[in-house]
């Protein structure tokens, strides 16, 4: 069983609208949970961090934990071309580790 | 912002050859890391290290060692390449709290193995 899970995508949006990402994860004793945006061809970069459950938010976007049901998203609002790119969620695990998931492709349509 | 700097974007490299990858992090980072990212794999822990001279196996370390003879600088060695081992590699380091603040990673490097 995979740490990390995530719908590989891809998911297509127009522009202006709102993108849903999901990812569960296995280890209920994970305390951080992460979500890098990755460019083709480039090496992901942190937008994203939350601790506690519920909402964060940051600019157009929102991360949400639930740590009873295992799950992470993340939102972006007003969604522009240049959101387009690969969402990857990592959780933490023990020893500083992190487990992500594969990602999940994000299309946003002019 | 720390500055994570791998030291080739493009490794083209023969079967059996030992390749080292090197990575130097600019801001005292006490955790480093290795990993390899394969199209519907996603990203794999190599090796990682917490000190210097200290270094601890990841998901798939078979084939791979590491270096860390100084805090800074971080290597990977393919002690004999194989085309299996054609992958992007990812260094990455974080503060000893790095599960508060997350990791940098560096831009890649892209290793074919032919």
């Known amino acids: 069983q995979k740490e990390v899970e995530q719908n590989s995508g891809p998911l297509s949006v127009p522009e202006g609208a709102i993108a849903s990402l999901n990812c569960t994860y296995s280890?209920?004793?994970?305390?951080?949970f992460f979500w890098y945006r990755q460019y083709s061809g480039k090496s992901p970069e942190l937008i994203m961090s939350?601790?506690?459950?519920g909402d964060k938010e940051d600019g157009r976007f929102t991360a949400q934990l639930n740590k009873a049901s295992q799950y992470v998203s993340l939102l972006i609002r007003d969604s522009q071309p240049s959101d387009s790119a690969t969402y990857l969620c990592?959780?933490?695990?023990?020893?500083?580790?992190?487990?992500f998931g594969s990602g999940t492709k994000l299309n946003v349509k002019p | 912002d720390v500055k994570v700097t791998q030291s080739s974007r493009y490794l083209v490299k023969r079967t059996g050859e030992k390749v080292f990858l090197e990575c130097v992090q600019d801001?005292?980072?006490?955790?480093m890391f290795w990993y390899r990212q394969d199209p519907g794999l996603g990203l794999r822990l190599i090796y990682f290290?917490?000190?210097?001279?200290?270094?601890e196996k990841g998901d798939i370390p078979e084939g791979y060692s590491v270096s860390r003879e100084k805090k800074e600088r971080f290597s990977l060695i393919l002690e004999s390449a194989s085309t299996n081992q054609t992958s992007m590699y990812l260094c990455?380091?974080?503060?000893?709290?790095?599960?508060?603040?997350?990791?940098?990673f560096g831009s890649g490097t892209r290793l074919t193995v032919v």
């Open positions: 990455a380091s974080s503060l000893e709290a790095g599960q508060a603040y997350g990791y940098t």
């Open positions: 280890d209920r004793g994970s305390q951080s």
């Open positions: 939350i601790y506690s459950n």
């Open positions: 990592a959780v933490t695990g023990n020893f500083n580790k992190f487990y």
């Open positions: 801001m005292d980072h006490e955790n």
């Open positions: 290290s917490y000190d210097v001279k200290m270094k």
